[in-house]
DNA sequence: GCCAACGTTGGC
DNA sequence: GCCAACGTTGGC
């Protein structure tokens, strides 16, 4: 069974637009714990939005997990994982509209915005690409 | 640019 | 191991 993620990158450090251009993305910098559980977790095959925080606030697209958590050389303490592209949502869904919907209320980057990796469960993904004009989760 | 919320660090 | 001080994140 696959899981389902939301990943955070300030647009200024790293962009969607160079998400889709770099064909693979090996996700570095994490040093939360829970985000680096939430990482180890992470299949290869699972999905998570990717979203703009700070400027923007709005998940942008869905990128794929390519590799497995694997240790960093350069971080003890840290970790990697490998993430492409997959597609764009053709309207962005902001934090504004996730935050007015009934059914997102409960979501994570709602509660506790500054997790920088995080679970998303199937019904919040479903809710999500369709606000965000997917019309299925794929 | 401000500041609240959250994490981390380090002295005890 | 506690907790105060400090640093960082991210929404506003």
């Known amino acids: 069974m696959s899981s ?3 990943v955070k990158s300030e647009p200024s450090a790293w962009s969607w637009d160079q998400m889709v251009a770099a ?3 090996e996700w570095s910098g994490v040093r939360n714990p829970g ?3 939430n ?4 299949k290869k095959g699972d999905r998570a939005f990717f979203y703009h925080s700070n400027e923007g606030k709005c998940v942008v697209g869905i990128v794929e997990i390519a590799k497995t958590f694997y240790a960093d050389p350069k971080d003890e303490k840290s970790g990697l994982v490998d993430m492409r592209a997959v ?4 309207s962005e869904v902001t934090l504004a509209a996730i935050k007015q919907d009934p059914a997102l209320k409960d979501m994570v980057l709602v509660k506790n915005s500054r997790l920088s990796v995080q679970p998303v469960t199937a019904a919040e993904w479903a809710r999500v690409c369709k606000l965000g004009g997917l019309k299925s989760g794929n």
Request: proline fraction near 6%; charge should be positive.
């Open 39 to 42: 990482m180890k977790q992470m």
């Open 4 to 6: 389902y993620w939301l």
């Open 87 to 90: 597609e764009k949502l053709p």
């Open 23 to 25: 064909k693979t993305t």
């Open 35 to 37: 985000a680096l559980i």
